[in-house]
Nanobody, 122 residues
Framework: QVQLVESGGGLVQAGGSLRLSCAGSGGTIVNYFMGWARQAPGKERELVAVISPSGDWTYYADSVEGRFTISRDNAKTSAFLQMGSLEPEDTAVYYC???????????????WGQGTQVTVSS
């Protein structure tokens, strides 16, 4: 079973940027869709971005469209989330996971990593 570890979170001012990384071990992501989700305190987990196995298809939630970019490096069993024009509303714990099927919902994604905290100050 693959284990995914997120990193790259931190404290950033509104308008700033961060690049999150998701590193896998003990398994493969080559034939899987990779997704990033986030969960803010008191809110449900929200899927924000998905990328296909080959990287030729991506999905973004409306809330991050145009500001976030998902990418992957299959050779390094890694996925990334480049976040720009950050807003206080982007404050959340960010998680990555894989899915064997194309989906734009949380269903089918797993296992989730432990997450990385992103805090955007105004």
């Amino acid at each position: 079973q693959v284990q995914l570890v997120e990193s790259g979170g931190g404290l950033v001012q509104a308008g700033g940027s961060l690049r999150l990384s998701c590193a896998g071990s003990g398994g493969t992501i080559v034939n899987y869709f990779m997704g990033w989700a986030r969960q803010a305190p008191g809110k449900e987990r929200e899927l924000v971005a998905v990328i296909s196995p080959s990287g030729d298809w991506t999905y973004y939630a409306d809330s991050v469209e145009g500001r976030f970019t998902i990418s992957r490096d299959n050779a390094k069993t890694s996925a990334f989330l480049q976040m720009g024009s950050l807003e206080p509303e982007d404050t959340a714990v960010y998680y990555c996971a894989r899915s064997p099927m194309a989906t734009i919902t949380l269903t089918g994604f797993g296992p989730w990593g432990q997450g990385t905290q992103v805090t955007v100050s105004s």
